[in-house]
């Protein structure tokens, strides 16, 4: 099974974006998915996440009120809003997912088993 993500861009301080993530395999389930951050010269870091188990949907302090993860996914495709964005979203995000039979969700990126490719986001001031 494979993640792709997409949707990434330059846009401006401000703007908006919306990414994608989409597995490749038709009958992939994972209920614990998320999207992480990587800039250049740091840790890859949580942004957000969902359970889609209930909807429940979690995100970092960081981003919180900015970003969102719609409830009405389409099948086997995940969606990050991106609002308000600034220069310090600048980063390649992936997506990632526990896997199967997984239903707690976590931060912690070493939890994740599957991940995409990643999405390079750039803002600009």
């Known amino acids: 099974v494979q993640l792709q993500a997409y949707g990434g861009g330059l846009v401006q301080a401000g703007g908006s974006l919306r990414l994608s993530c989409a597995a490749s395999s038709r009958t992939f389930s994972s209920a614990i998915m998320g999207w992480f951050r990587q800039a250049p010269g740091k840790e890859r870091e949580f942004v957000a996440g969902?359970?889609?188990?209930?909807?429940?949907?979690y995100y970092a302090d960081s981003v919180k009120g900015r970003f969102t993860i719609p409830r009405d996914n389409a099948e086997n495709t995940m969606y990050l809003q991106m609002n308000s964005l600034k220069p310090e979203d600048t980063a390649v995000y992936y997506c990632a997912a526990r896997g199967t039979g997984i239903t707690v969700m976590t931060r912690s990126r070493h939890q994740y088993r599957y991940w995409g490719q990643g999405t390079l986001v750039t803002v600009s001031s």
């Open positions: 969902i359970n889609l188990i209930g909807g429940t949907s």
